[in-house]
Protein backbone atom coordinates (compact mmCIF):
# COMPACT_ATOMS: atom_id res chain seq x y z
CA UNK A 1 0.00 0.00 0.00
CA UNK A 2 1.32 3.50 -0.20
CA UNK A 3 1.16 6.47 1.92
CA UNK A 4 -2.81 7.56 3.00
CA UNK A 5 -4.53 10.36 3.07
CA UNK A 6 -7.40 10.77 5.64
CA UNK A 7 -10.01 10.26 3.17
CA UNK A 8 -8.04 6.70 2.09
CA UNK A 9 -7.91 6.18 5.81
CA UNK A 10 -11.66 6.38 5.95
CA UNK A 11 -11.92 4.39 3.04
CA UNK A 12 -9.84 1.66 4.53
CA UNK A 13 -11.64 1.67 7.76
CA UNK A 14 -15.00 1.19 6.13
CA UNK A 15 -13.69 -1.25 3.96
CA UNK A 16 -11.71 -3.26 6.89
CA UNK A 17 -15.85 -3.54 8.48
CA UNK A 18 -16.95 -5.08 4.87
CA UNK A 19 -14.75 -7.14 4.73
CA UNK A 20 -14.87 -8.75 8.82
CA UNK A 21 -18.68 -8.72 7.71
CA UNK A 22 -18.62 -10.47 4.68
CA UNK A 23 -15.71 -13.03 5.99
CA UNK A 24 -16.49 -13.90 9.05
CA UNK A 25 -18.43 -16.60 8.65
CA UNK A 26 -15.70 -18.02 7.13
CA UNK A 27 -13.35 -17.69 9.59
CA UNK A 28 -16.05 -19.52 11.89
CA UNK A 29 -15.96 -22.47 9.41
CA UNK A 30 -11.81 -22.90 9.72
CA UNK A 31 -12.32 -22.20 13.39
CA UNK A 32 -15.45 -24.87 13.93
CA UNK A 33 -13.52 -27.75 11.55
CA UNK A 34 -10.56 -27.77 13.75
CA UNK A 35 -12.80 -27.82 16.58
CA UNK A 36 -15.03 -30.46 15.72
CA UNK A 37 -13.40 -32.45 12.89
CA UNK A 38 -12.59 -35.66 14.49
CA UNK A 39 -8.49 -36.70 15.48
CA UNK A 40 -9.86 -39.87 15.34
CA UNK A 41 -11.61 -41.71 12.77
CA UNK A 42 -13.72 -44.96 13.74
CA UNK A 43 -11.65 -47.39 13.96
CA UNK A 44 -9.52 -44.89 16.36
CA UNK A 45 -6.76 -43.88 13.96
CA UNK A 46 -5.19 -40.20 14.79
CA UNK A 47 -5.01 -38.10 12.35
CA UNK A 48 -2.19 -36.15 13.75
CA UNK A 49 0.86 -37.67 15.80
CA UNK A 50 0.70 -35.06 18.57
CA UNK A 51 -2.07 -33.12 20.43
CA UNK A 52 -1.01 -30.01 19.24
CA UNK A 53 -1.57 -31.44 15.52
CA UNK A 54 -3.96 -29.35 13.37
CA UNK A 55 -4.75 -32.51 10.91
CA UNK A 56 -7.91 -34.07 11.39
CA UNK A 57 -10.21 -36.54 9.40
CA UNK A 58 -12.51 -35.45 6.95
CA UNK A 59 -15.00 -37.47 4.95
CA UNK A 60 -15.91 -39.98 7.04
CA UNK A 61 -19.55 -39.27 9.71
CA UNK A 62 -18.58 -39.25 13.64
CA UNK A 63 -21.97 -39.76 15.47
CA UNK A 64 -23.08 -38.24 19.18
CA UNK A 65 -24.58 -41.45 20.57
CA UNK A 66 -26.04 -39.80 23.81
CA UNK A 67 -28.38 -36.42 24.28
CA UNK A 68 -26.09 -33.65 24.86
CA UNK A 69 -25.64 -32.34 28.43
CA UNK A 70 -24.84 -29.05 29.73
CA UNK A 71 -21.04 -28.54 28.86
CA UNK A 72 -20.86 -31.25 26.36
CA UNK A 73 -21.66 -28.85 23.11
CA UNK A 74 -19.25 -26.69 20.90
CA UNK A 75 -21.79 -25.30 18.80
CA UNK A 76 -23.61 -22.44 20.13
CA UNK A 77 -27.68 -22.93 20.85
CA UNK A 78 -27.75 -26.45 20.36
CA UNK A 79 -30.94 -28.12 20.37
CA UNK A 80 -31.89 -31.33 22.68
CA UNK A 81 -34.17 -33.03 20.34
CA UNK A 82 -31.72 -35.03 18.35
CA UNK A 83 -28.18 -37.43 18.45
CA UNK A 84 -26.07 -34.91 15.95
CA UNK A 85 -24.36 -37.16 13.21
CA UNK A 86 -21.21 -34.95 12.46
CA UNK A 87 -19.00 -34.71 8.97
CA UNK A 88 -16.44 -32.66 7.16
CA UNK A 89 -16.23 -33.09 3.69
CA UNK A 90 -12.57 -31.71 1.38
CA UNK A 91 -14.22 -32.37 -2.12
CA UNK A 92 -10.43 -30.67 -3.13
CA UNK A 93 -9.69 -34.17 -4.84
CA UNK A 94 -12.74 -35.57 -5.59
CA UNK A 95 -16.63 -36.15 -5.05
CA UNK A 96 -17.81 -38.86 -2.09
CA UNK A 97 -21.17 -41.02 -1.41
CA UNK A 98 -23.48 -40.66 1.29
CA UNK A 99 -25.52 -43.52 2.33
CA UNK A 100 -28.23 -43.55 4.28
CA UNK A 101 -30.57 -45.94 5.92
CA UNK A 102 -34.14 -46.47 5.80
CA UNK A 103 -35.70 -44.97 9.46
CA UNK A 104 -39.03 -45.93 8.45
CA UNK A 105 -40.55 -42.08 9.09
CA UNK A 106 -38.67 -41.01 12.01
CA UNK A 107 -36.64 -37.41 11.76
CA UNK A 108 -33.79 -36.82 10.58
CA UNK A 109 -31.34 -34.72 8.16
CA UNK A 110 -28.20 -34.31 7.07
CA UNK A 111 -27.79 -30.34 6.95
CA UNK A 112 -24.84 -28.89 4.25
CA UNK A 113 -23.09 -25.84 5.02
CA UNK A 114 -20.90 -24.93 2.36
CA UNK A 115 -17.39 -22.56 3.63
CA UNK A 116 -19.79 -19.51 3.99
CA UNK A 117 -22.36 -20.81 6.05
CA UNK A 118 -24.75 -21.22 3.52
CA UNK A 119 -26.93 -24.19 4.14
CA UNK A 120 -27.40 -25.19 0.49
CA UNK A 121 -28.57 -28.33 0.83
CA UNK A 122 -30.76 -30.65 3.15
CA UNK A 123 -31.49 -34.32 2.80
CA UNK A 124 -34.07 -36.18 4.87
CA UNK A 125 -37.69 -36.57 5.92
CA UNK A 126 -38.83 -33.19 4.29
CA UNK A 127 -36.71 -33.49 1.28
CA UNK A 128 -35.55 -36.86 0.28
CA UNK A 129 -38.12 -38.92 2.31
CA UNK A 130 -36.86 -41.44 5.37
CA UNK A 131 -36.29 -44.57 2.93
CA UNK A 132 -32.68 -45.66 2.38
CA UNK A 133 -30.53 -43.55 -0.47
CA UNK A 134 -27.36 -42.78 -2.18
CA UNK A 135 -26.25 -39.41 -2.87
CA UNK A 136 -23.18 -38.54 -5.12
CA UNK A 137 -21.56 -35.46 -3.32
CA UNK A 138 -19.15 -33.53 -5.67
CA UNK A 139 -17.56 -29.70 -5.80
CA UNK A 140 -18.27 -26.81 -7.64
CA UNK A 141 -15.55 -28.28 -10.66
CA UNK A 142 -16.42 -31.87 -10.76
CA UNK A 143 -17.55 -33.28 -14.13
CA UNK A 144 -18.39 -37.01 -15.06
CA UNK A 145 -21.23 -39.58 -14.90
CA UNK A 146 -23.31 -39.83 -12.02
CA UNK A 147 -23.74 -43.47 -11.17
CA UNK A 148 -27.59 -45.32 -11.44
CA UNK A 149 -29.08 -45.09 -8.36
CA UNK A 150 -27.58 -42.35 -6.81
CA UNK A 151 -28.73 -38.75 -6.72
CA UNK A 152 -26.26 -35.84 -7.21
CA UNK A 153 -25.69 -32.93 -4.89
CA UNK A 154 -23.54 -30.20 -6.42
CA UNK A 155 -21.53 -28.46 -3.39
CA UNK A 156 -20.70 -24.49 -4.02
CA UNK A 157 -17.56 -25.19 -2.17
CA UNK A 158 -14.89 -27.87 -1.75
CA UNK A 159 -14.66 -27.25 2.29
CA UNK A 160 -18.42 -28.77 3.32
CA UNK A 161 -19.84 -29.29 6.78
CA UNK A 162 -22.75 -31.77 7.54
CA UNK A 163 -24.66 -31.37 10.58
CA UNK A 164 -27.26 -34.38 11.10
CA UNK A 165 -30.23 -34.63 13.29
CA UNK A 166 -31.88 -37.25 14.09
CA UNK A 167 -35.11 -37.32 16.28
CA UNK A 168 -34.66 -39.23 19.73
CA UNK A 169 -37.45 -39.76 21.86
CA UNK A 170 -36.03 -39.79 25.31
CA UNK A 171 -33.08 -41.61 26.53
CA UNK A 172 -34.60 -45.33 25.91
CA UNK A 173 -34.93 -44.29 22.19
CA UNK A 174 -31.21 -43.52 22.05
CA UNK A 175 -30.19 -47.13 21.76
CA UNK A 176 -32.17 -47.62 18.58
CA UNK A 177 -31.01 -44.42 17.44
CA UNK A 178 -27.50 -45.56 17.60
CA UNK A 179 -28.21 -48.72 15.84
CA UNK A 180 -29.29 -46.31 12.58
CA UNK A 181 -26.57 -44.42 12.92
CA UNK A 182 -24.51 -47.15 11.76
CA UNK A 183 -26.20 -47.11 8.52
CA UNK A 184 -24.91 -43.68 7.28
CA UNK A 185 -21.48 -44.01 5.78
CA UNK A 186 -19.39 -41.94 3.45
CA UNK A 187 -17.37 -43.56 1.20
CA UNK A 188 -15.21 -42.32 -2.20
CA UNK A 189 -16.51 -42.62 -5.20
CA UNK A 190 -15.68 -46.32 -6.41
CA UNK A 191 -14.56 -47.00 -2.79
CA UNK A 192 -16.31 -49.52 0.26
CA UNK A 193 -13.64 -47.04 2.30
CA UNK A 194 -15.78 -45.40 5.25
CA UNK A 195 -12.37 -44.35 7.18
CA UNK A 196 -12.05 -40.80 5.14
CA UNK A 197 -9.39 -39.29 5.07
CA UNK A 198 -6.62 -36.51 6.95
CA UNK A 199 -6.00 -33.05 5.96
CA UNK A 200 -4.65 -30.16 7.50
CA UNK A 201 -7.15 -28.12 8.80
CA UNK A 202 -4.19 -25.39 9.72
CA UNK A 203 -6.51 -22.77 11.51
CA UNK A 204 -5.82 -22.86 15.42
CA UNK A 205 -7.44 -19.39 16.59
CA UNK A 206 -10.02 -20.26 18.90
CA UNK A 207 -11.58 -16.99 18.37
CA UNK A 208 -11.59 -13.71 16.40
CA UNK A 209 -7.57 -12.52 16.87
CA UNK A 210 -7.22 -8.73 18.16
CA UNK A 211 -5.08 -8.19 15.72
CA UNK A 212 -6.67 -7.58 12.51
CA UNK A 213 -3.84 -8.10 9.94
CA UNK A 214 -3.34 -11.77 11.47
CA UNK A 215 -7.67 -12.50 10.69
CA UNK A 216 -7.17 -10.83 7.62
CA UNK A 217 -4.42 -13.48 6.56
CA UNK A 218 -6.59 -16.37 7.92
CA UNK A 219 -9.55 -15.63 6.05
CA UNK A 220 -7.46 -14.76 2.63
CA UNK A 221 -6.07 -18.47 2.42
CA UNK A 222 -10.19 -19.53 3.24
CA UNK A 223 -10.99 -17.53 -0.01
CA UNK A 224 -8.49 -19.00 -1.59
CA UNK A 225 -9.07 -22.56 -1.01
CA UNK A 226 -13.02 -21.43 -1.30
CA UNK A 227 -13.28 -18.98 -4.10
CA UNK A 228 -16.07 -17.13 -3.63
CA UNK A 229 -19.05 -17.06 -6.77
CA UNK A 230 -18.49 -15.73 -9.82
CA UNK A 231 -21.04 -12.73 -9.45
CA UNK A 232 -19.02 -11.56 -6.34
CA UNK A 233 -16.34 -10.56 -8.52
CA UNK A 234 -16.99 -6.91 -8.17
CA UNK A 235 -16.91 -7.03 -3.77
CA UNK A 236 -13.61 -9.12 -4.23
CA UNK A 237 -12.14 -6.60 -6.30
CA UNK A 238 -12.74 -3.75 -3.90
CA UNK A 239 -11.72 -6.22 -1.04
CA UNK A 240 -8.22 -7.01 -3.20
CA UNK A 241 -6.70 -3.72 -1.21
CA UNK A 242 -7.14 -5.65 2.02
CA UNK A 243 -5.28 -8.86 0.60
CA UNK A 244 -8.85 -10.63 0.24
CA UNK A 245 -9.84 -12.61 -2.99
CA UNK A 246 -8.56 -13.80 -6.20
CA UNK A 247 -6.92 -10.12 -7.44
CA UNK A 248 -5.37 -9.86 -4.21
CA UNK A 249 -1.30 -9.45 -3.89
CA UNK A 250 -0.46 -11.35 -1.54
CA UNK A 251 2.17 -8.88 -0.11
CA UNK A 252 -0.79 -5.67 -0.01
CA UNK A 253 -0.97 -6.76 4.01
CA UNK A 254 2.77 -6.47 4.81
CA UNK A 255 3.05 -2.88 2.91
CA UNK A 256 0.61 -1.15 4.79
CA UNK A 257 1.96 1.60 6.35
CA UNK A 258 1.14 2.56 10.21
CA UNK A 259 -2.21 4.87 9.17
CA UNK A 260 -3.04 2.49 7.05
CA UNK A 261 -2.69 -0.29 9.66
CA UNK A 262 -4.67 2.00 12.69
CA UNK A 263 -7.06 2.83 9.99
CA UNK A 264 -7.91 -1.07 9.28
CA UNK A 265 -7.72 -1.93 12.78
CA UNK A 266 -10.43 0.71 13.84
CA UNK A 267 -12.94 -0.72 11.00
CA UNK A 268 -11.90 -4.64 11.79
CA UNK A 269 -12.68 -3.36 15.89
CA UNK A 270 -16.16 -1.72 15.30
CA UNK A 271 -17.61 -4.21 12.88
CA UNK A 272 -16.61 -7.04 15.00
CA UNK A 273 -17.74 -5.53 18.30
CA UNK A 274 -21.28 -4.86 16.42
CA UNK A 275 -21.80 -8.15 15.41
CA UNK A 276 -21.13 -9.18 19.15
CA UNK A 277 -23.62 -7.52 20.53
CA UNK A 278 -26.14 -7.77 18.01
CA UNK A 279 -25.08 -12.00 18.63
CA UNK A 280 -25.38 -11.59 22.33
CA UNK A 281 -28.66 -9.70 21.97
CA UNK A 282 -27.11 -6.90 24.29
CA UNK A 283 -29.25 -4.28 21.85
CA UNK A 284 -32.25 -5.71 23.37
CA UNK A 285 -32.38 -3.25 26.30
CA UNK A 286 -31.69 -0.29 23.97
CA UNK A 287 -34.53 -0.38 21.59
CA UNK A 288 -37.51 -0.60 23.74
CA UNK A 289 -40.05 -2.60 24.41
CA UNK A 290 -39.96 -5.92 21.68
CA UNK A 291 -41.94 -9.13 21.30
CA UNK A 292 -41.83 -11.88 23.72
CA UNK A 293 -41.25 -13.94 20.52
CA UNK A 294 -38.82 -12.86 17.87
CA UNK A 295 -39.67 -15.07 14.75
CA UNK A 296 -36.51 -15.57 12.51
CA UNK A 297 -35.64 -14.16 9.35
CA UNK A 298 -36.52 -16.67 7.26
CA UNK A 299 -33.26 -18.52 5.65
CA UNK A 300 -33.39 -20.13 2.55
CA UNK A 301 -30.88 -22.35 1.15
CA UNK A 302 -28.65 -19.19 0.28
CA UNK A 303 -28.17 -16.07 2.43
CA UNK A 304 -27.39 -14.20 -1.16
CA UNK A 305 -25.96 -10.93 -0.65
CA UNK A 306 -26.99 -10.32 2.91
CA UNK A 307 -23.96 -10.87 4.11
CA UNK A 308 -24.96 -8.69 8.06
CA UNK A 309 -27.48 -11.57 8.39
CA UNK A 310 -25.11 -14.71 7.48
CA UNK A 311 -22.68 -12.67 10.00
CA UNK A 312 -24.74 -12.85 12.82
CA UNK A 313 -26.10 -16.65 12.16
CA UNK A 314 -22.57 -17.61 11.81
CA UNK A 315 -21.40 -16.06 15.20
CA UNK A 316 -24.62 -16.95 17.27
CA UNK A 317 -26.29 -19.91 15.71
CA UNK A 318 -23.90 -21.42 13.31
CA UNK A 319 -25.57 -24.59 11.71
CA UNK A 320 -28.73 -23.32 11.36
CA UNK A 321 -31.26 -25.45 9.42
CA UNK A 322 -33.02 -23.57 6.68
CA UNK A 323 -36.50 -22.05 7.91
CA UNK A 324 -38.72 -24.23 5.82
CA UNK A 325 -36.83 -27.12 7.42
CA UNK A 326 -36.76 -25.47 11.04
CA UNK A 327 -38.40 -22.62 12.70
CA UNK A 328 -36.21 -21.00 16.03
CA UNK A 329 -38.16 -18.54 17.60
CA UNK A 330 -35.95 -16.43 20.24
CA UNK A 331 -37.72 -15.51 23.11
CA UNK A 332 -34.88 -12.76 25.20
CA UNK A 333 -37.92 -11.00 26.80
CA UNK A 334 -41.31 -11.53 29.03
CA UNK A 335 -44.59 -10.30 28.05
CA UNK A 336 -43.55 -6.61 29.29
CA UNK A 337 -40.45 -6.56 27.50
CA UNK A 338 -38.53 -6.82 30.23
CA UNK A 339 -35.48 -9.40 30.05
CA UNK A 340 -36.00 -12.85 31.00
CA UNK A 341 -33.69 -13.51 34.72
CA UNK A 342 -33.53 -16.38 36.39
CA UNK A 343 -34.47 -14.28 39.56
CA UNK A 344 -37.80 -14.06 38.54
CA UNK A 345 -40.51 -16.56 38.03
CA UNK A 346 -42.26 -16.97 34.55
CA UNK A 347 -45.12 -18.99 33.34
CA UNK A 348 -45.30 -19.94 29.29
CA UNK A 349 -48.80 -20.94 28.54
CA UNK A 350 -50.14 -22.46 25.42
CA UNK A 351 -54.17 -22.52 25.03
CA UNK A 352 -55.00 -25.63 22.76
CA UNK A 353 -55.02 -23.28 19.60
CA UNK A 354 -52.05 -22.33 20.72
CA UNK A 355 -49.74 -24.91 20.35
CA UNK A 356 -46.87 -24.32 17.36
CA UNK A 357 -48.08 -25.86 14.29
CA UNK A 358 -46.10 -28.51 12.69
CA UNK A 359 -45.67 -31.58 10.64
CA UNK A 360 -43.23 -33.14 12.69
CA UNK A 361 -42.79 -31.60 16.34
CA UNK A 362 -41.93 -29.22 18.10
CA UNK A 363 -39.81 -28.02 21.58
CA UNK A 364 -38.66 -24.96 23.93
CA UNK A 365 -34.87 -24.72 24.62
CA UNK A 366 -33.77 -22.92 27.66
CA UNK A 367 -30.04 -20.91 27.29
CA UNK A 368 -27.60 -18.97 29.41
CA UNK A 369 -27.30 -15.52 27.45
CA UNK A 370 -23.60 -16.18 29.10
CA UNK A 371 -22.34 -18.69 26.34
CA UNK A 372 -25.51 -19.51 24.32
CA UNK A 373 -25.33 -23.01 26.26
CA UNK A 374 -27.47 -25.29 27.65
CA UNK A 375 -27.74 -24.49 31.94
CA UNK A 376 -26.80 -27.01 34.08
CA UNK A 377 -29.00 -28.10 36.53
CA UNK A 378 -30.29 -31.31 38.88
CA UNK A 379 -32.95 -32.41 36.82
CA UNK A 380 -30.69 -32.82 33.37
CA UNK A 381 -33.61 -30.86 31.81
CA UNK A 382 -32.78 -28.18 29.36
CA UNK A 383 -35.80 -28.73 27.26
CA UNK A 384 -39.57 -29.60 27.22
CA UNK A 385 -42.05 -30.14 24.07
CA UNK A 386 -44.94 -32.42 22.50
CA UNK A 387 -42.82 -35.50 23.34
CA UNK A 388 -41.88 -34.88 26.82
CA UNK A 389 -43.34 -37.78 29.19
CA UNK A 390 -43.01 -35.64 31.92
CA UNK A 391 -45.30 -32.82 31.24
CA UNK A 392 -48.82 -32.08 32.66
CA UNK A 393 -51.68 -31.21 30.50
CA UNK A 394 -54.89 -29.60 31.04
CA UNK A 395 -58.09 -31.55 30.60
CA UNK A 396 -58.80 -29.33 27.62
CA UNK A 397 -55.54 -30.04 25.97
CA UNK A 398 -53.79 -26.33 27.54
CA UNK A 399 -50.01 -25.89 28.58
CA UNK A 400 -48.33 -24.28 31.50
CA UNK A 401 -44.47 -24.70 31.50
CA UNK A 402 -43.03 -23.21 35.11
CA UNK A 403 -39.56 -21.40 33.89
CA UNK A 404 -37.55 -20.36 37.44
CA UNK A 405 -34.46 -21.08 39.20
CA UNK A 406 -35.76 -22.41 42.47
CA UNK A 407 -38.00 -25.87 41.71
CA UNK A 408 -41.84 -25.66 41.69
CA UNK A 409 -44.44 -26.73 44.42
CA UNK A 410 -44.44 -30.55 43.81
CA UNK A 411 -47.03 -30.81 41.35
CA UNK A 412 -45.64 -28.61 39.30
CA UNK A 413 -42.15 -29.95 38.90
CA UNK A 414 -43.37 -32.31 35.94
CA UNK A 415 -43.78 -29.16 33.62
CA UNK A 416 -40.63 -26.94 34.98
CA UNK A 417 -37.95 -26.04 32.82
CA UNK A 418 -34.76 -24.96 35.09
CA UNK A 419 -33.69 -21.62 34.50
CA UNK A 420 -29.84 -19.90 36.04
CA UNK A 421 -29.84 -17.53 38.73
CA UNK A 422 -29.16 -14.76 35.97
CA UNK A 423 -29.83 -14.13 32.18
CA UNK A 424 -31.38 -16.53 29.77
CA UNK A 425 -33.31 -16.69 26.38
CA UNK A 426 -35.41 -19.30 24.98
CA UNK A 427 -35.37 -21.17 21.39
CA UNK A 428 -39.13 -22.60 20.35
CA UNK A 429 -37.72 -25.26 17.85
CA UNK A 430 -40.59 -26.12 15.15
CA UNK A 431 -39.43 -29.00 12.71
CA UNK A 432 -41.17 -29.11 9.22
CA UNK A 433 -43.14 -26.39 10.02
CA UNK A 434 -46.26 -25.48 8.56
CA UNK A 435 -47.72 -22.50 6.67
CA UNK A 436 -48.92 -20.64 9.56
CA UNK A 437 -45.55 -20.42 11.50
CA UNK A 438 -43.83 -19.56 7.79
CA UNK A 439 -45.95 -16.48 6.59
CA UNK A 440 -46.15 -15.26 10.50
CA UNK A 441 -49.73 -15.84 10.96
CA UNK A 442 -49.29 -17.78 14.44
CA UNK A 443 -47.87 -16.11 17.32
CA UNK A 444 -46.67 -18.18 20.43
CA UNK A 445 -48.07 -17.04 23.83
CA UNK A 446 -45.45 -14.57 25.26
CA UNK A 447 -43.53 -15.42 28.59
CA UNK A 448 -44.72 -13.76 31.60
CA UNK A 449 -44.02 -12.74 35.31
CA UNK A 450 -45.36 -15.18 38.01
CA UNK A 451 -44.27 -13.24 40.99
Known sequence: ???????????????????????????????????????????????????????????????????????????????YDTLYTNAWLDLAQGPVVISVPDTADRYYVLGFLDAYTNPFCHLGRRTTGTGAGRFLVAGP??????????????????????????????????????????????????????????VDAWMAEKRFPDDALAYLR????????????????????????????????????????????EAIQAGYDAAREEMSQRSRGSRQQDNGPRASWEPPKFIGESFGTDYRQRAFVAIGYIGALCTDEAYYAMSYVDAEGERLDGSHRYVLRFEPHELA?????????????????????????????????????????????????????????????????????????AYQPRQALLDGSYQAPPVRRAD
Open 1 to 79: MNSATPSTELSLRELAAEAFVYTCPVFEMLRMRTLTAPRRNARGTPAGETRESTHRWVNTFIHARHLLKAGESRVVTPN
Open 141 to 198: GWQGDVPEGMQLVRCPTPMVWIIGRILVDGPDDVAAVNALQEGYTITALGSDDTDGRV
Open 218 to 261: IVARGLRENPPPASEAALMARLAALGLGPQADAGTLDACTPAQR
Open 357 to 429: PVDCFWSVTLYSTRDFMLVPNALERYAVGDRSRHLRWGADGSLEIRIQHEAPASEDQGNWLPAPKDGFYLCLR
